[in-house]
């Protein structure tokens, strides 16, 4: 047994139990009441010592125990705030819970659990209520009391519905609903203006209630493994991620695609998908889509106008026209062939050109006027001519890349650039430094720095407001990045194969939006267990070298 603070908490952690069936001991339940031993055996402690008198227990943690019940008794220690079960063996719960007004984090994950007792459903400070790897069938009605919860948990259980009242949770943000038997959604949930993240993946869903249009703030939405014959036609400004391969969509519709127009990631994989609109080409903001084991046997040229497109999975698709070689070579190569079939039917169709300007040799015109993009790539040039810059003159440009040359500096004329440049890639190159100009490129999102020789990124990077993802694999970083723990916005951050020998989990948590953070490779002798606590972590890449297991 353990306490853990004084004075403005008190926490109370259990070992594991070394027999089974073995009940919390009935001491602390009265933790509260009782005065421990060492006020018996030693009269003389001081005020600020006698820590059993001056705070409640409000951390109670009994996870990973083989405990089968809970007594009523709980109600005793009515300041808990966090009471966590999690990995045990318990059937059932007590009422009494409902006695437990200031608990705000409920952990009951991994338990037997067939029901849970509407009591809980009183709790009006709750925030969190996680209850993945039950034995649930149904949810109460009352559920929807919970007017503070924010994060709801149900994954891995039996339910084959949702009770209505779920659309009264206000205040929820993160919702898992996988690994379930649901075969429909409460139309109540488009309720939940709140929700960034919603899981209803490993279903039996056959449709999506078009009332979802009304979560507004939803980013990541998880529909794979399901029953799905099309995808859900939902409005929302917000929605970046789409997860719905293993359905049985056939066929992709321009109003649906229309409304993904912030999408960034959309995957598609494992369907029934024959043709590929040329709407596709209107998700601007698209970076990753995975196709792979479709039915699509051509692909419209009209794919290399996504200007950001990085990732494009075609893989178990019978397409007809190009060359598997081509389709080894990767994204770049694809849609660079692509590219070259606009640019064949458009002079094809204007004509022989009267003369050709000397910036275009150099330089992609075609891109620069229709994606606005401007790329000086693999020509192992020390610096960017200016012809290429002044073949992008009056342009807006989003997208540059110098990648694979031999740049020691960041070019300076790309600061022309700044009023719509969103993103850059000057990976491959031989930078030892990154230049605080990059800091004046307010338009950012996505910065490609990759292969270079970088051991540190300028304090000023704090500023750039719109950076969502930053790739920093393969330089010579030995820490963390201090900028990048202040850049709240940022999605990704790739810092693999460097030689970080640490990171501060209390400052991740502060990047709310972080959701993919890449370490492997580092020089990590271990993981700090608080790195958990980062909710918004969906993917995390830790090993290599010395850190072998977590």
């Known amino acids: ?28 339940y009265r933790l509260n009441i009782d005065d421990p031993a060492e ?4 009269v003389s402690f001081r005020g600020s010592d ?49 006695e437990l007004q200031e608990l705000q984090q409920l952990r009951l994950s991994h338990n037997k659990l067939s029901s849970l007792p509407t009591e809980v459903c009183s709790l009006n400070n709750l925030r969190s209520l996680t209850l993945q790897q039950n034995l649930l069938e149904t949810v109460p009605e009352e559920i929807g009391e919970l007017g503070n919860l924010t994060e709801l948990d149900l994954s891995n259980n039996l339910l084959k519905h949702l009770p209505s009242s779920v659309g009264r949770l206000s205040a929820l943000q993160k919702i898992s609903l996988c690994h379930n038997k649901l075969s429909s959604l409460p139309d109540g949930l488009g309720q939940l203006a709140n929700v960034k993240l919603l899981d209803c993946s490993h279903n039996q869903l056959t449709d999506v209630p078009v009332s979802l249009a009304g979560m507004l703030a939803l980013q990541q939405l998880y529909l794979q493994h399901n029953k799905l014959r099309r995808l859900p036609q939902l409005p929302a400004p917000a929605l970046r991620e789409v997860f719905a391969g293993n359905n049985q969509v056939e066929l992709l519709e ?53 200007p950001n497109l990085k990732v494009l999975l075609l893989e178990g698709n019978p397409l007809r026209g ?31 050109t009267a003369m050709t300007l000397p910036s275009e040799g150099l330089v992609n015109t075609h891109n620069i006027k229709t994606l606005k993009m401007l790329e000086y790539i693999d020509k192992q040039a020390a610096s960017v001519p200016d012809e290429v810059f002044d073949a992008a003159a009056h342009q807006a440009i989003t997208s540059v890349n110098f990648s694979r040359n031999q740049l020691t500096a960041f070019p300076p004329r790309l600061l022309e650039l700044h009023s719509s440049l969103s993103d850059i890639n000057l990976g491959f190159n031989r930078l030892s430094c990154c230049s605080a100009d990059i800091c004046s490129l307010q338009q950012l999102t996505h910065i490609d720095l990759r292969n270079n020789q970088l051991t540190d990124l300028p304090s000023e990077m704090k500023n750039l407001s719109k950076l969502r993802c930053i790739v920093l694999n393969h330089n010579r970083f030995s820490s963390f990045p201090e900028a990048l723990y202040q850049i709240v916005t940022l999605e990704t951050v790739m810092l693999g194969n460097n030689q970080v020998g640490g990171v501060d989990p209390s400052r991740l948590m502060q990047l709310l939006s972080l959701s993919t953070l890449d370490l492997s490779n580092n020089d990590l002798l271990n993981v700090p267990p608080e790195l958990g606590l980062c909710t ?7 090993l290599g070298k010395f850190l072998h297991v977590l």
């Open 50 to 98: 006698r820590w059993w008198e001056q705070t409640d227990l409000t951390k109670l943690l009994l996870s990973s125990n083989q405990l089968t019940q809970l007594s009523e008794d709980i109600k005793l220690l009515p300041a808990l705030t966090i009471l966590d079960l999690h990995d045990n063996q318990l059937s059932s719960l007590p009422s009494a819970l409902g």
């Open 322 to 352: 190009i060359r598997r070689e081509l389709l080894a070579k990767g994204t770049g190569d694809l849609l660079k062939y692509l590219r070259g079939r606009i640019k064949e039917e458009a002079e094809g169709a204007a004509g022989p």
């Open 39 to 42: 006020a018996q055996e030693n």
């Open 254 to 306: 321009a109003e649906q695609l229309s409304c993904l127009s912030a999408v960034t990631l959309l995957e598609l994989r494992d369907n029934k998908i024959r043709n590929l609109p040329e709407e596709l080409a209107l998700l601007l903001t698209l970076t990753r889509l995975d196709l792979s084991n479709n039915d699509i046997s051509t692909l419209p040229a009209s794919l290399s106008l996504l």
């Open 536 to 542: 918004s972590l969906r993917s995390a890449a830790l």
């Open 1 to 28: 047994m353990y306490y853990c603070g004084v004075l403005s908490e008190l926490c109370l952690y259990l070992q594991r139990f070394e027999s089974s069936c073995v009940p919390v001991p009935q001491n602390v």
